[in-house]
């Protein structure tokens, strides 16, 4: 199976690897697994407390192309996005941009558990209602 | 026809794997291609055809995990389809979606993986770290002690089901389901990182 131009330009030069400090309280730190494959992927997201804003987004995933790619796109979506916004981002948007083909999905859907759990971590250290600044209302 | 009814077993996860292996031999020498020689093409195909899943069966029930699998799978477990649809759930709730792999180990398991990089990365430059190889020692006996503590509890689950089936309990028989699931996916990780680290260490 080839991967797409997409996919081995992200992971050949991934974008945001790194750490920002887990304890500050502007940071939220999202560790997710794919235990189906032994992925797994730690996604850190940094707040401006102002503004809501997502200033700065870093990744680390051990796992395969695909989950290191599908992370490096979702590091590089969630900048400069607010809270809500990065909220909105679904596993289906990283599967079309990377054309992702169906054995590899459920590496999309670790990436999006992984913001929503970087999300999940900054509201729980910042007090923010969980259910704040859902994407869509389910009715 | 699933592979417990092609050995007329009931869908019992603790099976006598001796008597398996008699009925399995017995099997294969009357469905031999040499019997079938001198018969029609048809039937020469269809004892062909049978003694493949014949081997598949076998196969995938006389190995503990493979077995413990395939019932899964015709319950009617999907893992990725299930994975999916819960993070849908977290989406439209706005939620985190909680993790089916418990956080500590996942945590561990991301340790790890940062020190056999480094491992890998000082290999590379020709050199060898014997601190770095002591602690990654030391995680290896850590996780083929957990290896066999989960062989054992996945026993216990068997036994468990095993009893839900007798009983016809289907609370316990689901409740059973799930926990096979969780201790399977975790299964993977320390499978996974068994191999990692041997692999690093030259093992």
Same mark, same amino acid.
């Given at each position: ?31 997710? /697994? ?28 051990? /796992? ?34 990377? @054309? ?10 670790? @990436? ?15 007090? !923010?209602?969980?259910?704040?600044? @859902? ?5 | ?15 006598? !794997? ?98 056999? @990089? ?54 316990? *028989? ?12 975790? *299964? ?16």
């Amino acid at each position: 199976m080839a991967y797409s131009d997409k996919v081995v330009d992200h992971y050949e030069n991934p974008r945001n690897v790194g750490t920002l400090d887990k304890s500050s309280t502007e940071v939220g730190t999202g560790l997710v /697994g794919a235990p189906e494959c032994g992925d797994v992927m730690r996604l850190q997201i940094r707040v401006n407390p102002e503004t809501n804003v997502i200033e700065d987004a870093k990744f680390k995933t051990f /796992g395969c192309g695909s989950a290191i790619a599908s992370s490096s796109l979702a590091t590089e979506w969630v900048k400069g996005k607010t809270i809500s916004e990065a909220l909105a981002i679904t596993n289906t948007d990283i599967v079309k941009e990377l @054309a992702l083909p169906p054995v590899k999905i459920h590496c999309s859907v670790l @990436a999006e558990d992984a913001i929503r759990a970087a999300i999940g971590d900054w509201k729980k250290k910042n007090n !923010v209602a969980e259910t704040e600044g @859902a994407a869509v209302a389910a009715h | 026809m699933n592979y417990f009814e092609f050995f007329s077993l009931p869908r019992k996860l603790t099976i006598d !794997v001796p008597a398996l292996e008699k009925q399995y031999y017995a099997l294969s020498r009357k469905l031999h291609p040499d019997r079938f020689a001198a018969k029609p093409v048809a039937e020469q195909e269809a004892a062909l055809a049978q003694s493949s899943l014949l081997n598949d069966a076998y196969r995938t029930l006389k190995d503990p995990i493979a077995r413990t699998q395939y019932l899964l799978t015709q319950e009617g477990v999907e893992l990725e389809e299930q994975s999916k649809s819960a993070t849908e759930a977290a989406r439209a709730s706005g939620t985190e979606k909680k993790q089916i792999v418990p956080p500590e180990l996942l945590e561990e398991v991301f340790e790890l993986n940062m020190q056999l @990089a480094e491992m890998r990365a000082a290999k590379q430059m020709g050199e060898d770290e014997p601190e770095l190889r002591r602690d990654l020692m030391t995680a290896k006996d850590a996780f083929d002690a957990k290896m066999l503590e989960t062989q054992a509890e996945l026993e216990r689950l068997w036994a468990d089901w095993d009893a839900a089936v007798e009983a016809e309990d289907p609370g316990l *028989r689901e409740a059973t389901k799930d926990a096979m699931v969780v201790l399977l996916n975790k *299964r993977s990780y320390l499978r996974n990182l068994v191999r990692d680290v041997n692999e690093a260490l030259g093992v």
